[in-house]
């Protein structure tokens, strides 16, 4: 097993970063397309494999005609919904019911703006899959589970007949429910995308289960109960010592100022709300690690290409929580200046775990797949490249 490598530098990608930016900004975002193709090919040509790099194909150009679309639809449901309250709700609906094909175009187009070894990717996945994943399993796991919670609520309450006990139950079945759902979701999108990409003529695989994935998401809300848990308790101490104790020192020192004791108690208790807010997104953010980095693992290790070329995920989560932590403060501190260093460290992490077989027979199969795509031919990509990505 080989990992992949990001050779690029924080430095490098700033100057890029910071003439994309100001660019956007004096074109009144005209130029976001361009942008976005300048930071793809940085960091696709920084991203090697056994010597070999990855290449973005796609120019602003093709991008600016789906940005345009894409504005326009924004700004007119901004406009309608102020005009025609109703009407804003009906571009929406539409906006909905278009998402699941635009999501399919646009993994069309970038796969096909992909390639390694001089070799494109691709992407086979059917429209009416993009619809049933994307569109009909969400609508129904939103169904079904604020619709069981409220029917069980209205039971608690008493607004309807059922009793307490059976209110609890619905709830608690409605839970249940819902997180095997929305495990059988994830399973079917990771399935769908996996299995809808292509490397030349090459085709991955992967064999996931729902159960697994429900696995990852009860250890999930189990850690993330006893993160949340352990911030309030913490914050319950910050507040005792601060506001419990030097807060009544300080109180007792102008309690015959009205206006002065609810100035001190206030700044205090925005201190404490401040650092609390940033707690919780702390915590957050190592739940979110341990998710990412346990679903990661599962399914690389269960997926394949051509059966021949296998891959392994070794992320931690306490490596990437560092690194999505220090991340989060270096923006925060440095007012946005620290995102380009921000994005290469994030970008060096996920690459330098990730591991392709790369024995004996890898560089054969490479050679091959250069073979297959020269007898191909160019009629193929000319059908994929009328894409324009649209904007996304």
Not at 23 to 47: E, M
Not at 52 to 80: C, P, S
Not at 325 to 345: C, E, M, Y
Request: hydrophobic share 50%; aromatic share 14%; net charge positive.
């Amino acid at each position: 097993m080989k990992a992949l490598s990001f050779e690029g530098s924080g430095m490098e990608y700033f100057k890029i970063w910071i003439v994309n930016v100001l660019l956007t900004i004096v074109t009144l975002g005209l130029y976001y397309p361009w942008a976005k193709v300048r930071n793809n090919r940085y960091f696709y040509a920084n991203s090697t494999l056994e010597g070999r790099n990855f290449e973005y194909h796609a120019t602003g150009k093709q991008l600016f005609i789906g940005y345009l679309i894409g504005m326009a639809l924004f700004i007119a449901y901004v406009v309608i919904g102020q005009v025609f309250p109703t009407g804003g709700l009906i571009v929406a609906v539409i906006f909905m019911l278009a998402l699941p094909w635009i999501i399919w175009r646009s993994l069309k187009f970038n796969m096909r703006m992909t390639s390694y070894s001089n070799v494109r990717f691709g992407f086979s996945g059917e429209l009416p899959g993009s619809y049933l994943n994307f569109l009909v399993l969400p609508i129904l796991l939103f169904v079904v589970i604020y619709g069981g919670l409220a029917l069980g609520f209205m039971m608690l309450m008493g607004f309807i007949g059922g009793g307490l006990i059976v209110g609890i139950l619905i709830m608690l079945i409605v839970i249940a429910l819902g997180i095997f759902a929305y495990a059988y979701m994830k399973k079917r999108n990771t399935s769908y995308i996996i299995n809808g990409t292509r490397y030349g003529q090459g085709e991955f695989t992967t064999k996931v289960v729902t159960r697994k994935f429900v696995n990852i998401l009860l250890k999930t809300f189990g850690l993330g109960l006893l993160a949340f848990i352990g911030v309030y308790a913490l914050l319950g101490a910050i507040l005792y010592f601060t506001v419990g104790m030097d807060g009544m020192k300080t109180m007792m020192s102008v309690q015959k100022d009205p206006a002065a004791m609810q100035q001190v108690m206030g700044g205090m208790m925005g201190v404490v709300m401040a650092l609390g807010y940033l707690l919780f997104i702390i915590a957050s953010m190592l739940v979110l690690a341990y998710s990412l980095t346990r679903q990661r693992t599962y399914v690389f290790e269960n997926t394949t290409l051509d059966e021949k070329i296998t891959f392994k995920s070794t992320l931690k989560a306490k490596p990437l929580a560092y690194v999505m932590i220090t991340n989060f403060l270096a923006i925060i501190f440095t007012l946005g200046l620290a995102f380009p260093w921000a994005k290469v460290r994030l970008a060096r992490l996920m690459l330098e775990n990730t591991q392709v077989s790369t024995d004996e027979g890898f560089n054969a199969y490479l050679t091959q797949k250069v073979k297959e795509g020269s007898a191909l031919g160019d009629q193929i990509g000319d059908a994929f490249d009328v894409d324009v990505g649209l904007g996304f």
